[in-house]
């Protein structure tokens, strides 16, 4: 009897155990064996978990659910005018969301939302055949609350055929490839091969930006503290706060500093800590290298701003939390300026527009302003004038007038 009792806590312990099991070994990461999925992270990391879903970066990429897209399907506010005959209809069907093209009335094809790419500015789609993706011409805009032909696309012709290239998922989402890889991803192996395959398996997208796209790949870490989840310190996990102001600054640089580059390895080939210029090279013949654009070139206008210049420390995380949704309320951007700017001198014309409150709590209304892109502009109709899609500029400076 006593030697049963013993065998029956022998086997509650194994069961316990067992189910006390890395889930990571049960899955396969399309980017390598060394990856342990985002999931992996939520039992150790759920407080940053539950932020960061909700941030742009993790919502950079998504499934077109109707839970996703912000984009009006009722009637009155989800028709585009191409002409007196022609028109696109935002429609919803069944559990789908569609583009339908009517042409004298009658419906001609319709197109369906499989993935979305964005959220805090703008939202376009796109949608799968035969192992590509093709973005839908029209777009919804928050600056409007409605929606607009998608960057570059006409207002008189409808265009279906436009292949959305795997660049574009290079910084929307955390992987898309033509195939999974099947070994560790440093293992003599890169995504260039794959980029000459312009084709893509879409089991192999992960959406969004993940968090094992910002700190590397996480198999050995989280195996690692489970076994041992008496350590404190973080093992085999990149950490931001153990990389230089150079590797900090290039891990937020390889999306957001422009796409006039010349490529020497993928992006999806990067990990955080990598030199970015072993990824890219200045390209000569670029247009213009001192008026960057607002969309797409954060970081080459940070770079020309005296507060970055004159500092030894300002990064990319000086301002931004990655792990949350940008605040609202500019009053948390004012606190970082205000800690270096204390004793900020305002001119009297200044002064007598703007009271001191308001000059304190709103720096960057003033020395970050609204700016039209000239890389993205868009009609509501056909008939509609054309509307820049303005954004707020990352070169900090004092400007002569500012768009509100």
Known sequence: MKK???????????VLLTSCKNESDNYT??????????????QCHQTQHQTAILSAHYKASSPATKQNIVGHFTNGHNTFVYDKNTKLVMEERKDSLYQVLYKNGKEIKAYPFDVIFGIKHAQTSGYWKNHHLYELPISYYKSINGWATSPNYSATTPNFNKKIQKECFACHSSNVASRFV??????????????????????????????ERCHGPAKTHVQTHLKFPDLKKAQNIVSF?????????????LCHSGGDKTKLKSRFEYKPGDNLSDY???NPRSKDTLNFDVHGNQFGLLSQSKCFQK????DCITCHNPHQNEPQNYISYSKICMSCHQNTQHNIVTLKTISKSKLADNCVECHMPKQDSKAIRFQQSNSSVIT????????????????K
Request: glycine share 4%.
């Open 280 to 282: 890219f090279v200045e």
């Open 388 to 403: 820049s899609y303005s954004l707020r500029t990352h070169k900090i400076a004092v400007y002569p007038a500012a768009k």
């Open 29 to 42: 990461d399309p980017r390598g064996t060394d990856y342990a999925g985002s999931e992996s992270c939520i």
């Open 4 to 14: 049963a009792h013993i065998l029956f806590i022998i086997f509650v312990w194994t």
């Open 311 to 314: 500092s030894q420390t300002m």
């Open 241 to 253: 706060r153990n990389l230089n102001r150079q590797q900090r600054i290039d891990a937020c640089a």
């Open 182 to 211: 099947t070994k560790n991803s440093s293992e003599n192996y890169t995504y260039m091969g794959m980029d000459v395959e312009d084709f893509m398996n879409k089991k192999t997208l992960i959406y969004g930006i993940d968090c």
